[in-house]
């Protein structure tokens, strides 16, 4: 299948509004399925309201994009570096800390051509890895990022509302380290 024609905007603050309510939707959409609708409305107020969006786009080593197609928002993305990163503050790398694709728009191979675009962003600044965070229910996400040459390393906790849950983590190495056999 052909990957459909996909352009990136770098958000500013006039796309707040927009930001928010994908955010929700995406979120609401891909994990209401594992937690009660206590928690979700919890974490969708608070991790994705306004006030905490307009923080994250203001905060320089951050950087959201969305997917557009036909000038419609299919998705978006959030990569983050320096001390923006939420875990590792390594500035050897670079975090994708949020893709999302809305449903409708999922199985048209769009998730790949963000997460290509954000390598491409990541070789470009000379990082030697990317990494991310994944909740360890979300199979299929898991899956996509093995099949994209990602690997775990590590696990973190993450709240989801009232709840403390796990998030692996995985990177996908950019560069190989100079081997001390190469003379």
């Known amino acids: 299948m052909a990957i459909p024609e996909i352009k990136l905007k770098k958000l500013t603050l006039s796309d707040l509004t927009e930001l928010k309510d994908i955010s929700q939707k995406t979120y609401s959409d891909a994990f209401s399925w594992g937690n009660s609708k206590e928690n979700m409305m919890l974490y969708l107020n608070s991790a994705l309201s306004i006030k905490q969006l307009k923080s994250e786009i203001n905060e320089k080593q951050s950087v959201f994009y969305f997917a557009k197609m036909?000038?419609?928002?299919?998705?978006?993305?959030?990569?983050?570096f320096g001390s923006a990163q939420t875990d590792l503050k390594d500035d050897d790398a670079m975090e994708l800390e949020r893709i999302y694709v809305l449903e409708k728009f999922?199985?048209?191979?769009?998730?790949?051509?963000?997460?290509?675009?954000v390598i491409e962003i990541a070789k470009k600044k000379g990082k030697k890895y990317l990494w991310l965070g994944v909740w360890e229910k979300n199979e299929k996400a898991i899956n996509f990022y093995k099949s994209q040459g990602f690997t775990k390393f590590?696990?973190?906790?993450?709240?989801?509302g009232?709840?403390?849950?796990?998030?692996l983590l995985m990177k996908l190495v950019l560069q190989k380290k100079p081997s001390a056999n190469n003379s």
């Open 70 to 80: 036909n000038e419609v928002t299919v998705g978006y993305i959030k990569i983050n």
């Open 154 to 160: 590590n696990s973190h906790a993450f709240k989801m």
């Open 106 to 117: 999922q199985d048209k191979k769009i998730g790949k051509k963000l997460l290509n675009f």
């Open 162 to 167: 009232n709840e403390i849950q796990t998030d």
